[in-house]
């Protein structure tokens, strides 16, 4: 069952002297339930923009985008961010933690907002933290930790808020190849017990290297889907 379906959709930009650069062009792409898929390419090639689009971060020019059955053209902006605080996780390179919080405030964060009652709130982000090896680390600010602790986080925050797609933008980027190898397993075994879609951009082989599914994009279009057992 599809969790994110995209027809023909387009995306240009303007820059400078109203030059025009084609983002994607005229894109087909679907990604099943459960998935743990990359989204890969050279730079320029449309792999951020989609990522976008798909997290309703930006919207198509053209085309059809629908996320967890909804189709997201049809969306008002109120009903786009509630899409994004209840069906999609983020992680970001640059990780975008609060840096006054301590690490359960941040996994607490995204909850809050769907007003998820404070007991339960604080109960699954324990939980999480423990998932991601961090129960010792749960009153600590993020300035007292490493990347590689912070980037655990950042996966705890998305999944701990239930979404049904969670999406990684670079998220190995900043990190050691020890490091991100631990973060790539970890992120595996979450999508096998918890069944929640992974989908990367990358330019990291190790993160090519840990998906099921390999989709290179090409000047905004997919020039290879490769699936692998």
């Known amino acids: 069952m599809a969790i994110v379906e995209l027809s023909g959709v387009h995306k240009t930009y303007l820059s400078g002297k109203n030059v025009q650069t084609h983002a994607l062009r005229g894109l087909d792409l679907t990604i099943?339930?459960?998935?743990f898929a990359a989204i890969a390419g050279p730079s320029g090639s449309g792999k951020t923009t989609l990522l976008n689009i798909i997290g309703c971060l930006d919207t198509a020019d053209e085309g059809r985008v629908v996320v967890d059955g909804q189709d997201v053209t049809a969306l008002k902006d109120s009903a786009l961010a509630d899409?994004?605080?209840?069906?999609?996780?983020?992680?970001?390179?640059?990780?975008n933690l609060v840096p006054v919080l301590t690490?359960?405030?941040?996994?607490?964060?995204?909850?809050?907002?769907?007003?998820v009652p404070e007991s339960e709130r604080q109960d699954r982000a324990v939980a999480v933290l423990k998932e991601v090896g961090l129960g010792d680390y749960i009153e600590r600010r993020p300035n007292e930790m490493?990347?590689?602790?912070?980037?655990?986080?950042?996966?705890?925050?998305?999944?701990?808020?239930?979404?049904?797609?969670?999406?990684?933008?670079?998220?190995?980027?900043?990190?050691?190849?020890?490091?991100?190898?631990?973060?790539?397993?970890?992120?595996?075994?979450?999508?096998?017990?918890?069944?929640?879609t992974f989908l990367f951009s990358t330019h990291d082989k190790l993160v090519m290297d840990h998906a099921q599914r390999l989709v290179h994009l090409r000047d905004g279009m997919v020039a290879e889907d490769e699936r692998r057992a």
Not at 32 to 35: H, L, M, V, Y
Not at 85 to 94: K, L, M, P, S
């Open 83 to 95: 899409l994004r605080r209840d069906r999609i996780g983020f992680i970001f390179q640059a990780y």
């Open 103 to 115: 690490a359960l405030e941040n996994v607490e964060f995204v909850m809050l907002l769907q007003k």
């Open 146 to 196: 490493s990347g590689g602790q912070q980037q655990r986080i950042a996966v705890a925050r998305a999944i701990a808020a239930e979404p049904s797609l969670v999406l990684a933008d670079e998220p190995t980027a900043n990190l050691d190849s020890e490091t991100a190898t631990a973060l790539m397993a970890l992120m595996r075994r979450l999508n096998e017990e918890k069944q929640v």
């Open 32 to 35: 099943d339930k459960g998935e």
